[in-house]
Structures are given as structure tokens and as C-alpha cells.
């Protein structure tokens, strides 16, 4: 007992055990005869820092993984990182500025040069920090999205795609970041309702004093202006069909063009049309064949062909502008306004519609297998209502936009000679399809001129599930993890990953690539507020465990997040899983503190006390396994709390522990060790480190092996009888403990309990144990089952059974009364509940049988239960009276 420590030291728990599972090669998979459970990682970026998404993610994803190896399947967690174009060449790129180096200076090869240096610096930091948390991914298979497997695969697809008509280029609106100077696809841009200003502006018509007035939130584009365009029906511009209208203060006179788009009760009816700088004018342009003007650079700066304010922001010129205008006489008015402002993603500036030359992928040619296998549950969404969010972004999907113009990234594979483009998965082949086509078999590598673009990082990512498998150049692997088994996500990727991903399965597979995608919610503060460095609500992930222990922050995280459901995180939480781990420690040290002797039997009340726990141990795992399989997380780890905290620390424990200084039976012993650890196993996948720690403290010689490989639990229905007859004993001995409380008796105050005759009482009574039990917790000198009516004394009723305890005392009748009273009340408005639930058809019609049977058992007890407090009442008020 000197060896154990009082208290439980997590972090040299932690590393000893995560060294040694390491060691052990514990975590290392290859394919063999074994079932195989799969799961990769969603690659964070290789700019990131542990966060608290990241640890709810992958604490998931680690009980998964913890649980199937348990169970024996050959459990293979895949982990890697994303390469993340436009946040790493952002660091990257404020990495040089603090070196007073220029991008603009560097060459692509040299800028390259300085990214990479920093990736193998800085890129690795957020895979160590999973360390921490016990992840137990295959540290051997960790992958990089810009990794030689990863990128074969990127270029191979890239080149099937545009071989069988799938990827085109063409110049079209785009979404343009201006902070970041690249297209974004419409998935990376995030839409809100914004404060602005609704400016309406006039517009004299060419040759009049007449004018027509438009309303505007971008004054900054009027520059841009190539047509002014009005309902065709609207009877208020009939006049102006035909004429020409002057751009105020840039004096281009632009024609009036009619077009059903228009909507007449919105703003004046009238609409400038602006084609290089928002969509719906851009098809308007098309259509009526309008001059394109692009008014800014890639930086968001008004550009030489804008006429005005050249070098400018655009935000800063749509101050200098409307103020002219106003100077000038052409702002009619001005009023406050909300609308609907798109934002970056990643820089969160002020999207600008673009027109650009861009390559796509067509995904209306992609989509069909991928919404037809959620629908259908092929792919099996968790929880179900997302299938909803899939399903409306699939029909109606659009063209992903791929290309990135930016220098970190897989480069786009295309080479141009002329007016040719050669699409290619390297240079060489490029050329020797150059020489096919040009006819000119004298060209060189030198000839060609590689595209400056790089690919979206979502490109890659969308086949992490075959790339990691290095599904693209051999199926060995991949014919044995793939599909893989569950995709751990949060539902705000839905459509930048988890449907490209499907997509992307069904095109180069023919199958899905994950059975069960499982969608974690969002870590919210008490508040319901998104956690962030902004509002400083988002605690530092490493110091959480630095203080709690990777097991407590486990259980804090998990604890308080429903499938699907946000999580609102407390540190009391985290708090609550480090209390925990050291109720699990003194419940050991208090084992291990007993003193077994062979020569003792174990009595009736050890035997039934260990039996009973091998039956509720039974119950507890078969839910747990039933609410693994609909990924209810947090509910099969709040079922193992209850049952260790409350039915083996302060009931179980309490049973069979001996005696200040006496021994205790071997037998009773060995059993109760063996059932603590069933429970390590039972715990294991959601707090592995206390787990194997007391696994090990309290290993006996005929036990083998590791926790991490013990086999998991798996349940079942349990002995009903014995389950209840506990279940109303625990009841009974607190009802007793009440009765000592409220009439001020000392607890080791011996009481005779009576019993009232019936038929469940009799039952109880004859399961061998059952009366030591109670009499013993409930410290009684004697248990008697009684025909008696009434006993002096204090009665009360346990479920639908009525029991004495004999005083001494003066009973206050009157408060006693009120007491009754209160209990009659509540008992039936339970009733009243119970009753209205079997009354209704549609919860008859929907629920399981047994459950129906469960709430017609509650409400007989209910009933019977208010039967015995009606006469309680009534003798009650003859006394008081």
C-alpha cells in the first residue's frame, strides 16, 4: 500500500502509459485476417494549434478507435495534416516580413523554399499536441497533403477529370478575396446581414435635363457602370427605352436597357449594371452585350481603367465618392440599410465579384451517387437532420472553382505552347503531347510555360480517404480499410469536404467512403457564444490538460456534448472529470487496502452484493455498446459515470467492505478486483490513462495483458428480479437514512423496519442477502414483514410497498400531514403524466413494447402509491383533528 501514491499524478500517469503503448506498437495496423475499422483523421491545417474543437473531434474519434480494438477488429486511425494554402503562405509570408523580406522580392522556387522550411519547423506541433490527449492514432501512416503519395494522387485526378470532360477553364464571376489575392470557391465564402448605406444617385439622360435615379450600396463601382437597365412593363421609364444615360461624374454615356430581371418595387425600379463586379450584371452584360469595366486590382484598390482615385481602397473611395457625388448634386438620398455582405472564410474581408479566368469542375457530373447514397443510408448520417442540409446543397450544386492564385499548393498541371494547353500529371508527358499536337518534335521542357495557379486545398482533401491509402497507385491497402468505417466532422464542412469526399468515393472507387459520417457540433461557451480568440472565451487547450489531466479534459469534453448537438463547454466540467479520475483512484486504494483471508467465506450479502454488480455491470454495457451504435457518446459515458460513482463506489464498495481492521473473504476479494477491472475495460476508451494505470495497480497473477486490449464488454438483459429487489433496497435504506435525519437519530442508532405483507416484499425477502443488506446499510436490529396496518412510529412508502419504522417518539401529526399531502399531490400529477402518454395514439403507435410496458408498470405503482397515501391522509387528519 506504500507503493501507491494518495493522490492520482495524471501527467506522470500520461506519459508512462503513452510511451509504453507507443512502444508496444499498440497503435500500428496492417491489413491481416482481422476485421478491419478504419477512420482518418480530417486533416488539421499544418499552420494549427490544438484548439478546443480539435480535442472534442478527436477525443471522438479516439473512443471510436479505443473501442474497436477492444473488440478485437483491426483498428486503424489514419492521421495527417492539410497543407492549407491560404493560411500557411500567409505565415509564411508575415514569417519573411518580419525577416524584412519582400514576397514581391522572392522568386516562386525561393519563396517555396522559405514555406517548406517553415512547414518542417512549425508543421508537426498540433500532431505532437494529440499526443497529449491520448490519441491513438498510426503514427506511422501520417500523411501530408502535399506529400509525394498525396500529390501523385491530385495530379492523376486532375488529368482523369479534364480526359473525360469533367475540368474546363473559362473565364467567368468568381469570389475574390482581396486580403488574400485568390478566387475562393462559393463554399469559402460566408454570407451576413450587415449594417450599410443605401445611396440613390441619379443619372442625367443624354441630351435632357431629365434624369433617372438608381440605389446603390457600392457607390466605389459606379466607375463601372456600363448600362443602366428598367422593367420592360414598368410604366414609369417607358419614356427612357432607348436613350443613353451619363455616369455621374465619369461622364460615359451608357445605354438604357430593358430586362424582365429587373424588379420594379425594388429601390427606384432601376438598376446600374456593372458587369465586371456582380454576377447577376455580368449575365445582364452577356445578354446584352455590354462593355466590361474592371474598376479594381487583385488588392482591392481602384485600378487605372476605374479613371478615379487610382490606388485607392475600394472602402475608402466609397467614402471620397459619395461625398463628390453629394458635392456634385447627384445624391438624391441616403438611408440606412442591411444587407447580405459575403465574407472570406479564412481572412474574413469583404468578398469582390470578380470575372477571371478560373478552372472548374464540373459537379453536377459527380453528384448523383453521392446524394443518392445519404439519401438512401448507404451513407448513414449522424444525427439524421443533416441529411436535409446535404441533400438541399447537392440539387442544387454549382461548379467548384479550383485554381488558387497563390504559390503554395499543388500547381495546376497544365503547360501552355502558344495557343495550346496540355494537361499532364508532370512536365514530360506535357511535352511529349505538345510534340503530338504542335508537330513540332523540336520543342523542349524550356517551351512550355507552366500555369502560375495552384489548386484549392479542398482538391486534395476530397480524396484523403483513397489517398491515404495510397489508393491511386495499389489496392492492397485500399481493398481492405476502404470504405472506411465512421468520418468524424463538423457539420460546417458538410459541403467543403464531407460531399466532395462522397463524390470523389463513387468517381475513382465505386464506393462510398465511409459508412457512418458522424457530425460533431460547434464548442460554445455557457453563453451559447462560437469560442474564439476574438471574445477570449476559448480556454488554452495544453494548459486544460496541464491542470485536469487528458483524462479529465476527456471526460469534460464528452460529457456535456449530445450527438450532434452543440457543445456547451464549463471548465466545471473538466473539473468534474479530474474529481472523477480521483474517485476511481481512492476506490482502488481502498480495495488494495483490505486484507483477504482463504479461510473466510464470503456471507449471503457478499455473494448477492457481487452478483448484483455482475448483473448491473451486464445492463450497464449493453446500453453503452447500444448507444455507441448511434454514436450517443455522451450518454454511454454518462451511464458508466452513474453506475461506477453511485452503484460500485457507494453502494457496492460499501457492501462488502469489512470491518475497521478485520480481513475479508479471498473470494469476495478476487471479485470484487475482477469487476473493477471489467469496469477499466468498460472505461477505457473514454479516460485510457487512469484506466490502464488501476488496470496495472490491480493486476493479479492470472491476469494478462494491457487494458487498451482487453476485451470490451458486451452486455446483456441481466437478472430482473435481483436488479429491482436492489434497486427498492437502495430506495428503502435512503428512505430509512431520511427518517434518521428528520427525527435528529444518530446513525448508529439501531431501528426495528416493519415491513407491510405482500407479495414483491415476500420475493425480496427470499433472494438470498437481501435482508443482511438492508439491515446493515440502513443499520436496523431488525427486518420484519408485518400484517399489521399501522406501527407507532414514522411509515412511508417505497415504489408501491409501505414499510414502519418503529419510534419511541412523538410524531408532529400535523407536519406529517402536510408532508403526505404534498407527496399525495405529486404522485398524482405523475399519474396524470403517465396517463395522458398511454392516452395518446401517436405515442402508443411509435413506441417499443417495452417501453409501453415500462410506463404501464409506473403507472400501477403510481397508483398503488397514491391508494396507500390517501389512507395515510385520512388517519393522518383523524390525528390532527
Not at 203 to 215: F, K, N, R, V
Not at 503 to 523: L, Q, S
Not at 559 to 567: E, M, R, V
Amino acid at each position: 500500500m506504500s507503493e501507491i501514491s494518495a493522490r492520482y499524478n495524471p501527467l506522470e500517469v500520461e506519459e508512462k502509459w503513452y510511451s509504453y503503448w507507443m512502444s508496444m506498437q499498440y497503435f500500428k495496423s496492417t491489413p491481416d485476417g482481422r476485421e478491419p475499422y478504419s477512420v482518418v483523421i480530417p486533416p488539421p491545417n499544418v499552420t494549427g494549434v490544438l484548439h478546443m474543437g480539435h480535442m472534442l473531434n478527436n477525443t471522438i474519434q479516439d473512443v471510436l478507435i479505443r473501442k474497436a480494438r477492444q473488440e478485437g477488429k483491426n483498428a486503424c486511425w489514419v492521421p495527417g495534416t492539410d497543407h492549407a494554402s491560404i493560411a500557411t503562405e500567409a505565415k509564411v509570408v508575415r514569417m519573411l516580413r518580419e525577416r524584412g523580406i519582400k514576397k514581391a522580392d522572392l522568386s516562386r522556387d525561393e519563396f517555396l523554399k522559405y514555406a517548406w522550411e517553415w512547414k518542417e519547423e512549425y508543421g508537426g506541433i498540433i500532431l505532437q499536441q494529440l499526443q497529449k490527449l491520448g490519441a491513438s492514432c498510426d503514427w506511422d501512416r501520417t500523411a501530408f497533403t502535399m506529400d509525394e503519395i498525396r500529390s501523385d494522387a491530385v495530379y492523376k485526378v486532375f488529368v482523369d477529370l479534364h480526359r473525360r470532360g469533367k475540368l474546363y477553364r473559362k473565364k467567368r464571376m468568381v469570389n475574390w478575396d482581396p486580403e488574400a489575392r485568390t478566387v475562393l470557391s462559393n463554399e469559402e465564402v460566408i454570407y451576413g446581414m450587415e449594417n450599410s448605406r443605401l445611396f440613390h444617385v441619379k443619372y442625367q439622360i443624354e441630351g435632357t435635363e431629365e434624369y433617372i435615379t438608381i440605389a446603390t450600396t457600392r457607390p466605389e463601382t459606379i466607375p463601372g457602370d456600363t448600362a443602366v437597365a428598367v422593367h420592360p412593363d414598368d410604366p414609369r421609364y417607358h419614356a427612357f427605352h432607348g436613350k443613353r444615360a451619363i455616369v455621374p461624374l465619369i461622364g460615359r454615356a451608357v445605354p438604357i436597357i430593358v430586362d424582365e430581371y429587373v424588379t420594379m418595387d425594388f429601390g427606384t425600379g432601376a438598376l446600374k449594371v456593372t458587369p465586371a463586379h456582380d454576377v447577376n450584371d455580368f449575365d445582364l452584360g452577356v445578354k446584352h452585350q455590354l462593355e466590361t469595366v474592371d474598376v479594381f486590382n487583385d488588392d482591392g484598390t481602384m485600378s487605372s481603367a476605374a479613371g478615379i482615385y487610382p490606388g485607392d481602397d475600394r472602402f475608402v473611395v466609397r467614402k471620397k465618392f459619395a461625398a463628390d457625388l453629394d458635392a456634385a448634386g447627384y445624391i438624391v438620398k441616403i438611408e440606412d440599410y442591411k444587407n447580405n455582405v459575403g465574407r472570406s472564410e479564412r481572412t474574413n474581408a469583404v468578398v469582390e465579384p470578380r470575372l477571371s479566368l478560373q478552372w472548374y469542375v464540373d459537379m453536377k457530373a459527380l453528384a448523383g451517387p453521392a446524394l443518392d447514397a445519404v439519401e438512401s443510408d448507404e451513407i448513414e448520417f449522424f444525427p439524421k437532420n443533416q441529411k436535409n442540409l446535404y441533400r438541399h446543397w447537392m440539387e442544387n450544386i454549382r461548379d467548384w472553382c479550383i485554381s488558387r492564385q497563390l504559390w503554395w499548393g499543388h500547381r495546376v498541371p497544365a503547360w501552355y505552347y502558344g495557343e495550346f494547353t496540355f494537361v499532364a500529371e508532370n512536365i514530360a508527358e506535357a511535352l511529349e503531347e505538345a510534340k503530338k499536337i504542335s508537330g513540332n518534335l523540336a520543342l523542349t521542357e524550356a517551351d512550355l510555360s507552366q500555369d502560375e495557379d495552384v489548386l484549392d486545398t479542398w482538391f486534395s482533401s476530397w480524396l484523403w480517404p483513397i489517398s491515404v491509402f495510397d489508393g491511386f497507385n495499389s489496392k492492397e491497402e485500399l481493398n481492405y480499410y476502404y470504405p472506411t468505417s465512421v468520418l468524424v466532422t463538423g457539420w460546417d464542412i458538410i459541403f467543403l469536404w464531407v460531399a466532395r469526399m462522397a463524390m470523389a468515393g463513387f468517381e475513382w472507387t465505386g464506393e462510398k467512403p465511409f459508412h457512418d459520417v458522424y457530425f460533431t457540433g460547434m464548442v460554445r461557451d455557457k453563453q451559447r457564444r462560437k469560442m474564439s480568440k476574438q471574445l477570449g472565451n476559448s480556454p488554452d487547450a495544453l494548459k486544460l490538460i496541464e491542470d485536469y489531466g487528458a483524462d479529465g479534459v476527456r471526460f469534460g469534453m464528452l460529457s456535456c456534448s449530445p450527438a450532434g448537438g452543440d457543445l456547451l463547454f464549463d471548465e466545471k466540467l473538466v473539473e468534474q472529470g479530474r474529481n472523477f479520475c480521483n474517485k476511481l483512484w481512492n476506490a482502488m486504494r481502498l480495495i488494495l487496502g483490505w486484507t483477504p483471508d482463504p479461510s473466510i467465506e464470503p456471507t449471503p450479502l457478499d455473494q448477492l452484493a457481487y452478483n448484483w454488480m455482475d448483473e448491473k455491470l451486464s445492463v450497464i454495457a449493453l446500453k453503452v455498446n447500444e448507444d455507441f451504435q448511434q454514436y450517443r457518446l455522451s450518454d454511454a459515458l454518462m451511464s458508466i459515470y452513474s453506475f461506477i460513482w453511485d452503484d460500485f463506489c457507494s453502494w457496492y464498495l460499501e457492501m462488502v467492505k469489512p470491518g475497521q481492521g478485520e480481513p475479508i473473504s479471498e473470494q469476495c476479494y478476487t471479485k470484487t478486483i475482477s469487476i473493477f477491472t471489467d469496469i477499466c475495460s468498460l472505461l477505457h476508451p473514454f479516460m485510457p490513462f487512469i484506466t490502464e494505470e488501476i488496470w496495472h495497480q490491480l493486476k493479479t497473477n492470472s491476469q494478462k495483458g494491457d487494458c487498451m486490449l482487453s476485451p470490451y464488454p458486451k452486455g446483456g438483459k441481466g437478472d430482473e428480479i435481483m436488479l429491482a429487489a436492489i434497486e427498492h433496497a437502495k430506495t428503502l435504506i435512503t428512505a430509512i437514512r431520511e427518517v434518521r435525519a428528520k427525527n435528529g437519530l444518530k446513525s448508529k442508532e439501531a431501528l426495528p423496519l416493519y415491513a407491510k405483507s405482500s407479495q414483491i416484499v415476500s420475493a425480496f425477502e427470499k433472494i438470498g442477502g437481501y435482508s443482511p443488506l438492508v439491515t446493515k446499510m440502513a443499520g436496523l436490529f431488525s427486518f420484519e414483514i408485518t400484517d399489521l396496518e399501522d406501527i407507532q412510529g414514522v411509515n412511508f412508502i417505497v415504489d408501491a410497498e409501505k414499510y414502519f419504522v418503529e419510534l419511541q417518539i412523538e410524531i408532529d401529526a400535523a407536519k406529517e400531514l402536510e408532508e403526505k399531502q404534498k407527496e399525495l399531490v405529486h404522485q398524482l400529477n405523475f399519474v396524470d403524466g403517465i396517463l395522458k402518454k398511454l392516452t395518446n395514439e401517436r405515442f402508443v403507435a411509435g413506441a417499443p413494447s417495452d417501453v409501453i410496458e415500462k410506463e404501464r408498470k409506473k403507472l400501477a405503482d403510481g397508483q398503488e402509491r397514491i391508494r396507500l397515501l390517501e389512507q395515510e391522509v385520512i388517519k393522518l387528519k383523524g390525528l390532527v383533528n
